[in-house]
Nanobody, 125 residues
Framework: QVQLKESGPGLLKPSQTLSLTCTVS??????????WTWIRQPPGKRQEWMGS???????YYGPFLKSRTSISRDTSKNQFTLQLISVTPEDTAEYYC?????????????????WGQGTQVTVSS
């Protein structure tokens, strides 16, 4: 079955760039009509949709962080990546890569049917 796994640094200093990679196994990120998505959940707060890259390579960003966010993919490695520039302690969160059937409508997890295990990212000086 399809599985997703996040990888990347767990600790960053303010102003650094966060780079996370999601490796997908058991299925291609270019097949089907899936949206490969990044969601984060800061401690004590709601989940936030950061953005998605569709099976056809189209990229969509969430409303709150799009000025600092970049999503891309490497089809040869069946991976998609998240970059978040100029991080601050407010970017401390659990970050998840996910698969969804559509872009979120009401909440970040709309349409999500598969989740990675999540990776904790802490921003601290």
């Amino acid at each position: 079955q399809v599985q997703l796994k996040e990888s990347g640094p767990g600790l960053l200093k303010p102003s650094q760039t966060l780079s996370l990679t999601c490796t997908v196994s058991g299925g291609s990120i270019t097949s089907g009509s899936w949206y490969w998505t990044w969601i984060r959940q800061p401690p004590g707060k709601r989940q936030e949709w950061m953005g998605s890259i569709a099976y056809d390579g189209s990229i969509y960003y969430g409303p709150f962080l799009k000025s600092r966010t970049s999503i891309s993919r490497d089809t040869s490695k069946n991976q998609f990546t998240l970059q978040l520039i100029s991080v601050t302690p407010e970017d401390t969160a659990e970050y998840y890569c996910c698969r969804g059937s559509h872009l979120p409508i009401q909440v970040a997890a709309d349409g999500i049917d598969l989740w990675g295990q999540g990776t904790q990212v802490t921003v601290s000086s």
